[in-house]
């Protein structure tokens, strides 16, 4: 009997130990007031409230195949419409969040005619269960001669074989709330 009430409590304390790492590993969350969630089987992203959401097939006619989600700020702008792109593509599983962006870094340097990295900072997210480092990305940069200067910010967060990537941009001469309310809202992308 001693040994059957033994094992019965190391079950019960193992079991409660899984409960306790299952609960380390949570969404980052905003507050539902001012921020809507975007959630599929793929990813998971909170976005400010009262953005206008394109997703599906719509997605891909107009942005290139690897979009998955475009967030556009609601108030429209007569120069720049701040917005959010959300895409997939494959990578080396060896690949590891500083090479990825690399790559992704060479290809915002061919789009653009100025790209300059002002700073960079790891956040804690989760990627296919587990919690995982991600890398938020702030740059600013010009599309054409005459266009404005953007800021951009891209989280990037990679799950095995694939990169997750998400891009922001707002005109530099728009307010810091507006880099504040995007940087929270990149720093909730979640990798199913």
Same mark, same amino acid.
Request: glycine letters at 6%.
């Given at each position: 009997?001693?040994?059957?009430?033994?094992?019965?409590?190391?079950?019960? /304390?193992? !079991?409660?130990?899984?409960?306790? %790492?299952?609960?380390?590993?949570?969404?980052?969350?905003?507050? &539902?007031?001012?921020? %809507?969630?975007?959630?599929?089987?793929?990813?998971?992203?909170?976005?400010?409230?009262? +953005? *206008?959401?394109?997703?599906?097939?719509?997605?891909?006619?107009?942005?290139? !195949? =690897?979009?998955?989600?475009?967030?556009?700020? %609601?108030?429209?702008?007569?120069?720049?419409?701040?917005? &959010?792109?959300?895409? =997939? /593509?494959?990578?080396?599983?060896? !690949?590891?969040? $500083?090479?990825?962006?690399?790559?992704? +870094?060479?290809?915002?340097?061919?789009?653009?005619? &100025?790209?300059? @990295?002002?700073?960079?900072?790891?956040?804690?997210?989760?990627?296919?269960? !587990?919690? =995982?480092?991600?890398?938020?990305?702030? /740059?600013?940069?010009?599309?054409?001669? @005459?266009? *404005?200067?953007?800021?951009?910010?891209?989280?990037?967060?990679?799950?095995?074989?694939?990169? +997750?990537?998400?891009?922001?941009?707002? *005109? $530099?001469?728009?307010?810091?709330?507006?880099?504040?309310?995007?940087?929270?809202?990149?720093?909730?992308?979640?990798?199913?």
């Amino acid at each position: 009997m001693r040994k059957f009430l033994t094992l019965l409590v190391g079950v019960v /304390f193992l !079991s409660g130990c899984g409960g306790a %790492d299952e609960a380390l590993v949570s969404y980052n969350e905003l507050p &539902i007031e001012s921020y %809507d969630l975007y959630d599929t089987e793929e990813f998971r992203m909170q976005y400010p409230k009262n +953005w *206008d959401l394109l997703d599906g097939e719509l997605v891909q006619e107009r942005y290139k !195949s =690897s979009a998955k989600l475009v967030l556009v700020q %609601d108030d429209k702008d007569a120069f720049f419409t701040p917005n &959010i792109v959300v895409e =997939s /593509f494959s990578v080396d599983e060896s !690949s590891g969040l $500083e090479k990825t962006y690399e790559s992704v +870094w060479e290809d915002n340097e061919e789009s653009l005619l &100025i790209a300059e @990295e002002v700073g960079r900072e790891r956040f804690t997210t989760v990627a296919n269960g !587990s919690v =995982s480092n991600g890398l938020l990305v702030e /740059f600013t940069g010009k599309r054409k001669l @005459e266009g *404005d200067v953007l800021v951009y910010l891209q989280a990037l967060v990679v799950a095995e074989n694939e990169a +997750w990537l998400a891009t922001g941009a707002f *005109d $530099e001469l728009d307010t810091e709330a507006q880099s504040a309310e995007m940087v929270e809202a990149l720093k909730t992308l979640a990798v199913k």
